[in-house]
């Protein structure tokens, strides 16, 4: 998902080296995120809509070094500041978690021994202090609950101070600039205080904070309460920081906020199914992502679009977009038309080399901020993605196929034409019917597939291909692309426009087997270079043809026997690029690593050519690493080191967690291992070769979809590897039945 250099790179690494070069250079780095060290206190996250968080173990922003915190709304830092203190000491931590549904952030504290003229004032664990925090409608809602616990009366000082520097992201990842706005704060009334920053491009930015009760003392950087406390008494104030403009003063919003969160998720719930299994790691797993994937969505005026990750991509980028929204289309169908819906309207129009755009290609990236409005940085809307536009395609053909929902492509039948217009012409640089890319601006970035970071498209002796560059999994995605499209074109009664899809489809299979396939190393080869040079490296892009379904069967066997072998398959999945290789490394962030989107893709690729054994072998590797991770929480990527007994995986030091596709990969995998098939006309929900680890017992799935109907099922394989099926409820038209065939080959959902 994201580019940049290895170890800590970054997807908008915007100068990095030319291809060809051996090393960036330190000017070519502006965008690189810097790997500093641990944080000394862990960090935890909330997101609602476009705002989110990123606070220490203790709810403290910026009181401890190491972690990229503040309060962020629309990339600009609203709060960089907020620290909690004792009679000017840090309290002791006794436990503090985000809540399972993702909802809010709870902080259990005491005071240390407090001492005045060397005499302890206050004995330690005389005074627990609970915090309870959660992020609503561009602000940050606290609660702070203070009670004496001992048997004599207290006196402290509670403090809470306060700043911000109203940084950009970009700033806060690392870049440094040569000027920046004016910054002032102002007391407001006794409980209310602003900050507020004059941008270069001159806009206003306001933090509002407000206290109730009105603190004893507040200045423009620390509200204080003298508080004095008979045995068991409490104390509780109420702390809100709104990033767009005041908010009132009372008790009740905290309240009523939380409730209207609650709500939010309960309205979630009835649109989308729920997985259960026998195995409480794997629904603690299960629930983890299915509470990411909710939070990570943002509310937009084309409708819910999953942003991709936090802390450093909380915003609307193409390609992750549609692989969430596809990883979860089973799931939840109704995620795909907000990321239709919003790609469609970003969709280019104008040919613009600075922002990599040209006419009918799909967004890579959006941002908000300053730098962005001034030009700092290109990313205001960059397009600089050679995947996102066949993957768009993709996702409306899935779509359609999974719902019936044809008006909707209907609707979007233009823009899906422009996308493809765009494949033909602009995307195929050369006119030899396959899809390069090139940078047209030496902002952009270097390489733009998923692997876009700038030492990930190589030959075999290390050198990096130079470009225009076209990548094995594009070609996949470009296939499957014109024949979902020719489907729908069908639907839609648009009998020629379907057939010249079909054959062009056709075509392309032909030509990428001829010019990809790699005998030498026994798969399809990374890249075709700017000479038409294969990249002749084992890495996983070639599983993504498997997905795509572009692969002849007996080469697909040769793909999927290798990305099983040990060289790939490391006991905790498969990595991006074989070991042996040149530039293998697995703690790189594309070259040896492991990404759990890319695993959930390669698998169900797998699926689709009928080798069940290799998709179990992936779930069940991506299971387990994610039963060592904190809160069961799937990140971004982990290293590609082998899996050795009573270990578990060794984590990457910059991944985004949470992180939408890496979210979502496991209901991708769900849906390969069961087969799951909707057909809309014959009313019935299918499951083709069904197949049920054995470690996850029994598979419920509730509340499953068919246009307006629901159904739950149970499945279960006993010991002869034999599959059950029960019907648990079903409300509406709908059947649901096993299908047994030896010969199906491929999922039909892509067929």
């Known amino acids: 998902m994201t580019s940049g250099v290895d170890p800590t790179a970054n997807r908008n690494d915007a100068r990095l080296e030319p291809a060809g070069a051996d090393a960036p250079q330190t000017h070519e780095l502006q965008f690189y995120i810097p790997a500093t060290g641990p944080p000394s206190r862990p960090r935890r996250t909330l997101k609602h809509d476009d705002t989110f968080a990123v606070f220490d173990s203790h709810g403290d922003i910026g009181a401890t070094a190491g972690g990229p915190d503040g309060l962020f709304d629309h990339d600009t830092r609203f709060l960089s500041h907020l620290e909690l203190l004792i009679n000017g000491a840090q309290p002791l931590l006794l436990d503090s978690a985000i809540r399972d549904d993702n909802l809010s952030f709870y902080v259990d504290l005491t005071n240390p021994d407090i001492f005045i003229d060397d005499k302890i004032a206050l004995l330690k664990d005389s005074v627990y202090i609970s915090r309870t925090i959660y992020l609503k409608d561009g602000s940050l809602r606290e609660r702070l609950e203070i009670s004496n616990q001992s048997a004599e009366a207290v006196k402290l000082n509670l403090s809470l101070a306060f700043a911000n520097d109203f940084a950009d992201i970009f700033e806060v990842r690392g870049v440094r600039r040569a000027r920046r706005g004016r910054a002032w704060a102002q007391v407001l009334a006794p409980g209310a205080v602003a900050l507020y920053y004059r941008g270069l491009d001159g806009v206003l930015r306001e933090t509002a904070l407000s206290f109730e009760p009105d603190p004893s003392l507040l200045i423009d950087s620390v509200a204080t309460y003298s508080l004095q406390l008979a045995p068991r008494a409490t104390h509780t104030v109420f702390l809100t920081a709104a990033s767009r403009g005041r908010l009132p003063k009372s008790t ?3 309240f009523n906020g939380l409730v209207g969160l609650h709500r939010e998720i309960k309205t979630a719930a009835r649109t989308s199914a729920s997985v259960e299994t026998s195995d409480p790691t794997l629904n603690e797993i299960l629930w983890r992502s299915t509470a990411d994937v909710q939070m990570l969505l943002t509310h937009t005026q084309q409708g819910l679009y999953p942003y991709a990750g936090i802390p450093w991509y909380s915003t609307t980028f193409g390609r992750d977009g549609v692989i969430t929204a596809l990883q979860m289309l089973w799931f939840d169908p109704s995620i795909a038309v907000g990321v239709l819906r919003r790609l469609a ?91 390069e890319y090139a940078r047209h601006s030496d902002k952009g970035l270097v390489n733009q597939g998923w692997k876009d970071s700038h030492d990930s498209v190589f030959h075999a002796d290390g050198r990096l291909a130079e470009g225009p560059v076209a990548l094995v999994e594009v070609q996949g995605y470009v296939y499957a692309a014109r024949r979902l499209a020719a489907h729908c074109a069908r639907e839609l009664g648009m009998e020629d426009r379907a057939a010249e899809l079909a054959r062009r489809a056709e075509a392309l299979r032909v030509r990428f087997e001829e010019e990809f396939w790699c005998p030498e190393i026994g798969s399809y080869a990374l890249a075709l270079d700017g000479q038409k040079k294969q990249c002749k490296v084992r890495t996983s892009n070639a599983g993504h043809a498997l997905y795509a379904g572009v692969a002849q069967p007996d080469r697909a066997r040769q793909v999927a026997d290798g990305l099983l072998d040990t060289s790939f398959f490391s006991g905790w999945g498969v990595r991006t690029v074989a070991r042996g290789e040149r530039r293998y490394n697995p703690m790189s962030y594309h070259n040896g690593s492991i990404w759990p989107h890319d695993n959930a893709l390669i698998a169900h690729g797998l699926g689709r050519y009928g080798f069940k054994r290799g998709v179990n072998a992936i779930f069940e590797s991506l299971v387990r690493a994610a039963s060592y991770m904190e809160s069961r929480r799937i990140p971004e990527l982990y290293c590609g080191f082998r899996r050795r007994r009573g270990r578990g995986p060794t984590l990457y030091p910059a991944a985004c967690s ?18 799951l098939e909707f057909d809309h006309k014959a009313r019935q929900i299918r499951l083709v070769n069904p197949n049920v680890p054995v470690f996850a017992g029994e598979i419920v799935i509730r509340n499953l979809s068919l246009g307006e109907a629901r159904v739950d099922i149970a499945l279960r394989q006993d010991a002869a590897a034999a599959i059950s099926l029960h019907v648990l409820r079903t409300s509406g038209d709908v059947q649901v039945s096993l299908v047994f065939d030896p010969d199906v080959i491929e999922h039909p959902l892509t067929a």
Do not use: N
């Open 345 to 435: 309207h970003y969709q280019g129009v104008d040919a613009d080399a600075r922002a990599d755009c040209e006419p009918g290609k799909i967004l890579h990236e959006m941002r908000g901020g300053e730098m962005a409005a001034l030009g700092e940085i290109p990313f205001g809307l960059y397009y600089g993605s050679v995947d996102a536009t066949p993957l768009f395609v993709i996702l409306a053909g899935y779509y359609a196929r999974r719902t019936g929902d044809y008006a909707l492509v209907a609707e979007l039948w233009p823009a899906i034409e422009r996308a493809l217009a765009w494949i033909d012409g602009p995307g195929d640089l050369d006119g030899d019917g396959f899809v």
């Open 252 to 254: 009740q919003s905290f």
């Open 658 to 675: 949470p992180q939408a596709w890496a979210a979502s990969a496991p209901f991708l995998l769900i849906q390969t291992m069961l087969g």
